[in-house]
């Protein structure tokens, strides 16, 4: 699955990005769900969404989406985990798990520690968010994560389609 974010495009330019990336997803069967912009993913019938704490909380998202769309939240301490399990998203991101590069003004890392914390607390499938590299993948499986968000490091080595292979070879 695919999340496009871009915090800086105007709206009308992330709107043609996200159909152009539909039209490609669609060829390869690939999931696309949305950053933060519920209009957008519904304008071009992205698979779901990806909400943040200051964005449209889920179930008020999911009236608005879909039948069948995924809906995920992102949270960064034990009480935003918990309340996003009682909500109607289908998974919980929880992080950042390690310093992270790819945000401006990042909330605090957790560390693998209160991931695993975490996956004790909430039923909800849970995605690690926050600096997940090749290198600590496993270590953050290992704490409870059923899935990993990654961005910087798969640029880390100039080829994107291997390191996204190196990715599910962990698995």
């Known amino acids: 699955m695919i999340q496009l974010r871009d915090k800086y495009a105007s709206p009308r330019d992330f709107y043609e990005a996200a159909l152009a ?3 490609v997803a669609r060829a390869l069967k690939v999931r696309i769900i949305i ?3 519920v209009d957008i993913a519904v304008a071009v019938r992205a698979d779901g969404v990806h909400l943040g704490q ?6 008020r998202a999911r009236t608005l989406l879909a039948p069948g769309a995924i809906v995920g939240f992102s949270t ?3 009480k935003q985990a918990v309340e996003a399990d009682s909500t109607s998203a289908d998974y919980v991101a929880f992080g950042p798990v390690f310093q992270t590069s790819t945000k401006e003004n990042p909330d605090p890392v957790v560390g693998l520690e209160q991931l695993a914390e975490i ?3 909430v039923s909800k499938p849970l995605v690690a968010i926050g600096g997940i590299t090749l ?3 496993e270590s953050v499986i290992e704490a409870g994560a059923d899935s990993l968000a990654v961005i910087s490091d798969l640029y880390s080595t100039g ?3 291997e390191r996204v292979a190196s990715f599910f070879r962990l698995s």
């Open 159 to 161: 080829d994107i389609s």
């Open 35 to 37: 950053n933060d912009r």
């Open 54 to 59: 200051d964005d449209l909380p889920p179930d």
């Open 119 to 121: 996956k004790r607390r």
């Open 76 to 78: 960064h301490n034990l």
């Open 135 to 137: 290198e600590r993948a």
């Open 21 to 23: 990336a539909m039209k």
